[in-house]
């Protein structure tokens, strides 16, 4: 996988509709702060079992978490899994909002 930054990895997301978002926060985090627009929504002790069937393998996936340490592990878990396009986004939902990017209320 490689690491990207959050603009980076919101344009890549805007630009391109194969592009896919994995928030792999708790479910009270989400509700904290927002999610991302657009992103999937997997904790981490879930990927292994859930993103083979709720994520698209061919496509690009950028994983965020909270400050980036879930998503390097999740990062590592997709590859293991053979998605071939992975990305980390470094300093998580933190950086994202540092940067005014948007986010969207959590609907449980």
Sequence with gaps: YTTVDVQTAHDAVSADQSAQLLDVREPEEWAETGVPDGAVLIPLAEVQSRAPSELDAGSPVY??????????????????LGFGQVYNVDGGVTAWMDAGLPVQAYQP
């Design 63 to 80: 994983v965020i978490c909270r400050s980036g340490n879930r998503s390097r592990t999740a990062s590592e878990t997709l590859v293991q």
